[in-house]
């Protein structure tokens, strides 16, 4: 049989379509920042086997990063509050599992208290007195002091993944997972790695008559627009094209 140009073409279109695909179908512990401990937790936890895995493991839900609160402004009965400042000082209470570090955080305009029961050691070497931190978590009260558990902390200037849209992506994990430090934020950092190598990899499911009849978004920008949405419109956006590929196929 002799191949026109044409059957050229289709041929050489099926074998971008095999690498793209051998591409997402790789073991997850080769994603930088994963290697075979954390691979056999994500597949023993949450089924990650392969980066496409991770890929379509979606947040169940998104936070405005975009308000910092002050001290005084924050109230026990807040979802989620972002705050700048400085601890001032730590304090290891209890002893054996009941443990735990206490870190007094302030601003201008107040203290509040940080707390953690898991990751002790590595906090106390790592986390500094007077330097600057963003903390991010859930407050509550506790003998009438507010106070946050296991917050996300970031010191001023330290360079994150970006971008990561205005809106933080979070994810379900367990609590297996978050005792090997991999909580929603780790995840998250994880599948920002994979959307930076997969850039060009993610091949279209779609045929496009389909896809401009209904106006529908690429799924490769709908996979990362999942991820870190950097409005609403575009997520909703990305959310119809899934779901009508899910009810598609």
């Known amino acids: 049989m002799e191949f026109t140009p044409a059957h050229r073409g289709s041929f050489h279109e099926?074998?971008?379509?095999?690498?793209?695909?051998?591409?997402l179908d790789q073991d997850i512990q080769f994603l930088p920042g994963v290697g075979p401990v954390r691979a056999e937790l994500l597949?023993?936890?949450?089924?990650?086997?392969?980066?496409?895995?991770?890929?379509?493991?979606?947040?169940?839900?998104?936070?405005?990063?975009?308000?910092?609160?002050r001290i005084s402004e924050v109230e026990a009965n807040m979802s989620y509050v972002q705050v700048k400042g400085r601890i001032t000082s730590f304090e290891t209470v209890g002893t054996g599992s009941r443990q735990r570090l206490a870190a007094i955080f302030r601003d201008e305009t107040g203290t509040i208290e940080l707390i953690w029961f898991q990751g002790i050691k590595w906090m106390k070497e790592h986390l500094e007195k007077e330097k600057v931190y963003t903390i991010f978590g859930k407050p509550s009260e506790f003998n009438g002091r507010i106070s946050i558990v296991h917050p996300e902390i970031e010191a001023e200037g330290e360079i994150s993944l970006a971008p990561?849209?205005?809106?933080?992506?979070?994810?379900?994990?367990?609590?297996n997972l978050k005792k090997k430090f991999l909580n929603s934020k780790a995840i998250h950092k994880l599948v920002l790695t994979l959307l930076g190598k997969a850039e060009g990899k993610i091949s279209e499911t779609l045929p496009p008559w389909l896809t401009g009849k209904w106006k529908l978004m690429s799924l490769e920008k709908a996979l990362v627009v999942i991820h870190k949405p950097e409005n609403m419109h575009d997520l909703g956006n990305a959310r119809?094209?899934?779901?009508?590929e899910e009810l598609f196929f």
Not at 44 to 68: A, Q
Not at 164 to 175: C, D, L, M, V
């Open 240 to 244: 119809y094209r899934l779901k009508y």
């Open 43 to 69: 597949r023993k936890e949450l089924n990650i086997e392969t980066f496409r895995d991770l890929l379509y493991y979606f947040p169940y839900k998104y936070i405005d990063r975009t308000r910092f609160y």
């Open 14 to 23: 099926i074998d971008i379509f095999v690498l793209m695909s051998e591409f």
């Open 164 to 175: 990561s849209g205005i809106f933080q992506a979070h994810y379900n994990t367990t609590e």
